[in-house]
């Protein structure tokens, strides 16, 4: 855990800093980080709370970014169904991409239903102190980026920093073909729709890029199967 | 109205922001064990972020006034491209970003 302190501190830096470079005040940015605490589920709202877009489409973006968890949570289940449930609460706020990531590398085993020691003591402790840690250094270094923030003209269009933190964590999801023609259907989808009412075109685009990624999936089994 | 200084709007959005959160972490510590995940509704959950995050981004960099704005004078764009090169080279965010900046910054000033 110590060893990625520091890129934990240089990711809420950078959050906080294209946070407030958005135009967030600080004292919003404060409520928002201490509450929400998804670094590019909130990059990803900025510029809808910018234009004061619809809530649900507010939240339905989140919820998309979000989606990766779903899988994570499916993966580590095993290791979290059997405490009670204000423990599965204070887990499912904490199980950041960091924490699922570590944890599943030491407890592979129990995460696959296999072992006998499911929901042992052991591995809340583990899970549960990488969490407080990770909450912590993650806070601090998006205050600290909410101050450099503060301090930069806006003028000088700082707030493309988000969108290269969001294609800086974008990169590593695409590695393959369909996925590849997924994004590039979804963002020609994305700049011929922007002109739709409520930012509908955000929507749009993902479900034309999912549909596009998964047909491109299912294309390229059949080809392998044949050969 | 600029609506970072609407505070009903901003707290509204943050709770649900919280719960989306939440419910997406939590959501198999909280399902019943006898519930799994279908595999084609597991695929088409792998390809959703990185959709969601491409339609932000491109809508951001490549859209100006709600319209498209594919240009060479789009500024961000040619940032976005040397910053995205960096970083597939370097896996460096913080290069990424440096880089990016840089980019934008001298093609604003003298371009």
Sequence with gaps: ?227 | MNHFHDWGYLAAAFAGLTVTTVITRGSFFMLPARFALPAQVERALRYAPACALTAIVAQGVLTRNHEPFLSFENNQWWALLAGSIVFVKTRNMIAMITVGMVVFTVLRLWA
């Excluded at chain 1, 685009?205 to 294309?219: I, K, Y």
């Design chain 1, 1 to 227: 855990m110590m060893p990625l302190a520091p890129a934990i501190t240089v990711w809420g830096v950078v959050t906080g800093v294209a946070m407030v470079n958005a135009g967030l005040t600080i004292p919003a940015a404060l409520l928002m980080t201490f509450t929400v605490f998804a670094g590019s589920a909130q990059l990803a709202v900025m510029p809808l709370l910018a234009t004061g877009a619809p809530l649900p489409i507010v939240w339905v973006t989140a919820l998309l970014v979000n989606l990766r968890f779903v899988i994570f949570a499916a993966a580590s289940r095993w290791s979290f169904m059997h405490l009670p449930w204000p423990q599965r609460l204070l887990a499912s706020y904490l199980n950041g991409d960091l924490g699922f990531a570590l944890f599943s590398r030491r407890f592979a085993a129990a995460d696959a239903g296999l072992g006998n020691d499911n929901g042992n003591p052991e591995q809340w402790g583990y899970f549960y102190g990488l969490a407080v840690v990770n909450w912590i250094v993650w806070q601090a270094g998006s205050v600290l980026g909410f101050l450099i923030g503060g301090l930069m003209p806006s003028d000088w269009g700082f707030e493309l920093a988000a969108y290269l933190a969001l294609t800086a964590v974008l990169i590593p999801m695409v590695q393959r073909m369909p996925a590849i023609a997924g994004i590039v259907s979804t963002a020609a989808v994305a700049v011929l729709g922007v002109g739709l009412p409520m930012r509908l075109g955000l929507l749009l685009a993902v479900l034309v890029g999912v549909t596009v990624a998964l047909l491109g999936e299912a294309w390229r089994e059949r080809r392998l199967a044949r050969t």
